[in-house]
């Protein structure tokens, strides 16, 4: 039984919308626990098989999992979304360093940067070849060493933000913070007066605060003691939006603080408690800055996220937020397993590559509950990547929240659509602590709100309600709801009425939909 879980029918919706509601390879028909879906048998780890590599690797390898003994990390036929002549390994923690660099040299590789895991007995090494040869190369001659348990390319990940202009017309909340200060926390005591304090009614230009019912909803839940993983870009930690609970900062590269406006505005849309309104403004969060400018805008590589998200799972959070997308990456996708089996609630952002862009990860990952992003008036943003696995909608379009230096902007894309259903998910975690993973999908679908005209691939069972979550009751009996690209209806007139007497608001039935969006 996965850590957390608990046997039998969880307290939960009576049906679960598409195959598993964002969770790809559940059967349609009543939900189960993760404890009792396994004993069926009927929990599978892919929705979209990873793509084929070029076979089995050839050695065994120290530690290495039966999983390991039959898939090679080499990448995928026309894969190039990774760092030329730079390699991710793991390596049993039982090898002696003096052993892990006599490889190195013997493959003409040198040793870039380690990370011992919490967990599992390995040690993350990246790698990085001295001449100019193929990756692939380099990872075949891994896999027939005999002390290594895995191989693969570094991957490269990106923000993908479709849009982020300055809110000009909003004067700097304060004045900005001097050049060059350290980042680091405030205290846990400085957020925790957001619990109790009056809340602002939220900007003008900020349409979130009523398509979300915000006001509703804090007065049952505003995130009290949830803390939140935002791996992402620099977060301004100093911004007044953020007063306080911007707790910890951790740099996988320990590089000097450097605001961006990407992780400013995702930590902003959880928490702002000054001048604008956000989700969950007594929640906590610890800024991950695994993303840093290139070239092409912040980019980050599979050694910095892997590091992130062991960081993440040491200090105990209880939701992820990944408002990023990229490859398939199985040592990502095994770390993002880990988290789940610890109870972790896992969310990513579908994409912005657009309707006929593949699934893209993490949020195609199983465990990864994918949010698409929805505009002013519940239309699906035109950009956002589509699928089966997107599990729920959220607004994502010209959304108000900060930026760097005490300033703000009006950010576009799936990014922040994650960040607002990370936001809910620490409201319901408050007022129900005990939640699952899989019992929090569940409650997001159920109390979802349908979106006529949409598909279950553009926007999953619909757009997220935090009131509706956050007193959501399971129906006495349910038909089992079966995904569809057939546009949702509106809900009947006699079934609104009853569902009317179970919450403050109509409730429409939720309706099978799907698709990733960021």
């Known amino acids: 039984m996965p850590p957390g879980a608990r046997p039998g029918t969880v307290p939960g919706p009576?049906?679960?919308?598409?195959?598993?509601?964002?969770?790809?390879?559940?059967?349609?028909?009543?939900?189960?626990?993760?404890?009792?879906?396994?004993?069926?048998?009927?929990?599978?780890?892919?929705?979209?098989p990873p793509p084929p590599s070029a076979g089995p690797p050839p050695g065994l390898g120290i530690g290495r999992s039966e999983h390991e003994r039959v898939y090679s990390g080499l990448p995928p036929v026309g894969e190039t979304r990774y760092?030329?002549?730079?390699?991710?390994?793991?390596?049993?923690?039982?090898?002696?360093?003096?052993d892990v660099e006599a490889a190195a040299r013997r493959l003409g590789i040198a040793v870039v940067e380690s990370h011992s895991f919490a967990a599992g007995g390995r040690t993350l090494y990246q790698f990085r070849a001295a001449d100019g040869r193929d990756v692939r190369d380099v990872i075949s001659g891994l896999e027939r060493d005999q002390i290594v348990a895995a191989a693969q390319p570094n991957y490269v990940y990106?923000?993908?933000?479709?849009?982020?202009?300055?809110?000009?017309?909003?004067?700097?909340?304060?004045?900005?913070?001097?050049?060059?200060?350290a980042q680091e926390s405030a205290t846990p005591a400085a957020a925790a007066t957001t619990a109790d304090a009056p809340l602002p009614a939220g900007d003008p230009g900020q349409y979130t605060v009523e398509k979300l019912h915000l006001g509703e909803a804090h007065a049952f839940s505003r995130g009290r003691a949830i803390s939140i993983a935002v791996i992402d870009s620099d977060v301004d930690a100093r911004h007044p939006d953020m007063h306080g609970a911007v707790v910890e900062r951790f740099d996988?590269?320990?590089?000097?603080?450097?605001?961006?406006?990407?992780g400013t505005g995702m930590a902003g849309a959880i928490l702002s408690g000054f001048r604008l309104r956000g989700v969950a403004p007594a929640a906590t969060v610890i800024a991950i800055k695994a993303f840093d400018e290139r070239n092409s805008g912040p980019e980050a590589t599979t050694f910095q996220i892997l590091k992130g998200l062991d960081h993440a799972i040491r200090r105990g959070v209880r939701i992820i937020n990944m408002s990023f997308a990229g490859p398939y990456d199985v040592m990502i996708e095994r770390k993002l397993h880990e988290a789940?089996?610890?109870?972790?609630?896992?969310?990513?952002?579908?994409?912005?590559?657009?309707?006929?862009?593949?699934?893209?990860?993490?949020?195609?990952?199983p465990d990864v509950i994918a949010v698409t992003a929805t505009d002013r008036t519940d239309k699906p943003f035109a950009q956002a990547n589509r699928g089966k696995h997107v599990a729920i909608a959220a607004p994502g379009v010209d959304v108000l929240v900060p930026a760097p230096n005490g300033a703000y902007q009006l950010t576009t894309g799936t990014s922040v659509a994650a960040a607002h259903v990370s936001g809910v998910i620490a409201l319901m975690l408050e007022k129900r602590p005990d939640l699952t993973p899989d019992e929090v999908r569940a409650?997001?679908?159920?109390s979802a709100v349908a979106l006529p005209g949409s598909t279950a691939v553009q926007t999953g069972a619909g757009l997220v309600d935090p009131v509706k979550a956050l007193t959501f009751e399971p129906p006495a009996t349910a038909e089992p709801a079966v995904a569809s690209d057939t546009p949702a209806k509106p809900a009947a007139p006699a079934a609104a009425a009853a569902a009317t007497a179970a919450t403050p608001r109509a409730a429409q039935p939720a309706q099978a939909s799907g698709q990733a969006a960021r």
């Open 14 to 48: 009576g049906t679960v919308p598409g195959p598993g509601f964002g969770r790809p390879g559940f059967a349609p028909g009543p939900y189960r626990s993760p404890a009792a879906a396994a004993w069926a048998g009927i929990r599978q780890r892919y929705y979209v």
């Open 83 to 98: 760092i030329p002549r730079e390699v991710v390994v793991q390596i049993a923690d039982t090898v002696p360093r003096a």
């Open 158 to 181: 990106r923000l993908d933000q479709a849009a982020a202009v300055p809110a000009g017309d909003l004067a700097p909340a304060a004045a900005p913070a001097p050049a060059g200060v």
């Open 252 to 262: 996988p590269a320990a590089t000097p603080p450097r605001p961006h406006l990407h």
């Open 340 to 365: 789940y089996d610890k109870g972790i609630v896992l969310v990513a952002a579908a994409g912005n590559a657009g309707p006929k862009s593949p699934p893209l990860y993490p949020a195609a990952d």
């Open 443 to 446: 409650i997001l679908a159920g």
